[in-house]
């Protein structure tokens, strides 16, 4: 809860206007063995706050004891739709051409790499081909070594890690989890628009969207870019906001903010990731 008070991260500032979340018909979730309540559910999984809208309002808002409202809660992976709903953003703005755009177009120091090749499309959806190990419970894996490593000629660290790669598959062709190519579409965005992805942010969904309170985006030790594939720190109801803002098509104000391309990609299946359903 607290990441971003312990690391450095930008503010993620709000606007003055709030889009209100009015109560909706009270839910109560029920469970097959009639023994689980949400209560035992929470604790069990460890859930610092569960809320569930539809149709904008809220049904359901529970928080764990010694968590509230107010309070913020730090994202790993989910910061990366985030990231992916930014760089839609700034493809609709014109900061980013096109999803064929190569990567080195954006970022010159990949010129030389396996990644200089590698469209804007391919990163979006993990399938750059590049070798990426990104097993947890290895403590010799890329995911454990990246930020590690030490910081070269000012460059986040996921630029010049990623640059040292060798390719494992033609690009395009197979898809590998890979938290360091959210962290460089991050990069990406930040390059393309000028703009810090807190920044960014705020610009353009948290101030005009209406969101509560400001949230937090943790920065990279090297250079102070935002890390794109994790560290959003924001409150539950503003994590519901951003569910709603993408239930409303990516508009603020009847007014659409996120490109085509990217909304057509992001509700259509890209890539078969073996894992069934």
């Keep these: 809860a607290r990441m971003y008070e312990i690391f450095p991260a930008d503010r993620v500032a709000r606007g003055s206007d709030v889009r209100p979340l009015p109560p909706g018909a009270v839910l109560t979730p029920r469970w097959r063995d ?5 209560e035992s559910y929470m604790t069990r999984h460890h859930l610092a706050g569960v809320m569930v809208l539809q149709h904008g309002r809220i049904r359901l808002q529970r928080y764990a004891p010694g968590f509230g409202p107010e309070q913020r809660w730090t994202s790993f992976s989910v910061a990366k739709s985030v990231t992916s709903a930014l760089l839609g953003i700034a493809l609709q703005q014109g900061d980013i051409r096109g999803l064929d755009d190569t990567l080195d177009t954006y970022i010159p120091q990949l010129r030389h790499s396996a990644y200089a090749g590698v469209t804007v499309q391919q990163l979006l959806t993990m399938t750059s081909g590049v070798r990426w190990n990104e097993d947890y419970a290895d403590p010799h894996s890329d995911v454990a070594q990246m930020y590690r490593s030490a910081c070269e000629n000012g460059q986040p660290h996921v630029v010049s890690y990623l640059a040292k ?14 938290t360091a190519e959210t962290d460089l579409l991050g990069i990406l965005v930040q390059r ?5 992805l807190a920044s960014f942010l705020s610009q353009t969904i948290w101030k005009p969207y209406g969101m509560v309170s400001d949230a937090y985006w943790l920065k990279d030790e090297c250079d102070g870019s935002d890390t794109g594939g994790s560290g959003l720190s924001a409150t539950l109801a503003d994590y519901a906001r951003i569910g709603q803002f993408m239930l409303d098509g990516g508009r603020v104000e009847g007014r659409p903010v996120i490109a085509d391309a990217w909304l057509h990609g992001a509700l259509h ?9």
């Design 269 to 277: 299946r890209q890539q078969d990731v073996d894992s069934p359903g």
């Design 34 to 38: 009639d023994t689980t309540t949400l």
């Design 165 to 178: 790669l060798p390719r494992a598959y033609p690009a395009g062709t197979q898809w590998n989890y890979n």
């Design 192 to 196: 393309a628009t000028g703009k810090s």
